[in-house]
């Protein structure tokens, strides 16, 4: 089984910058679509962005131009990087991975403020 841990979040201020990873415990060749969604407080969970094994990738309107996902084979990670954030991008992140089974991680808290 695969496990997906997160890492990277914390607070910042907003127009700040930060870089979420996630490291599976196995290989990520074989996963088809690897992506990383958020959930805020009274909010249901949300696609952030989206990337195929092909390297096709899909971002919420909400985050277009602001953050960028990236697959890395070599060492069995998915990044975002996630720049000019603002306090509505506050929430916890999620890294979710999809073969023939779903899996996805424990989550990891973002919050932008001042």
């Known amino acids: 089984q695969v496990q997906l841990v997160e890492s990277g979040g914390g607070l910042v201020q907003p127009g700040g910058s930060l870089r979420l990873s996630c490291a599976a415990s196995?290989?990520?060749?074989?996963?088809?679509?690897m992506s990383w969604h958020r959930q805020a407080p009274g909010k249901q969970r949300e696609l952030v962005a989206h990337i195929t094994r092909g390297r096709i990738t899909i971002y919420a309107d909400s985050v277009k131009g602001r953050f960028t996902i990236s697959r890395d084979n070599a060492k069995n990670a998915v990044n975002l990087q996630m720049n000019s954030l603002k306090p509505e991008d506050t929430a916890v992140y999620y890294c979710?991975?999809?073969?023939?089974?779903?899996?996805w991680g424990q989550g990891t808290q973002v919050t932008v403020s001042s």
């Open positions: 979710y991975a999809a073969s023939d089974r779903v899996y």
């Open positions: 196995g290989s990520i060749y074989s996963f088809n679509v």
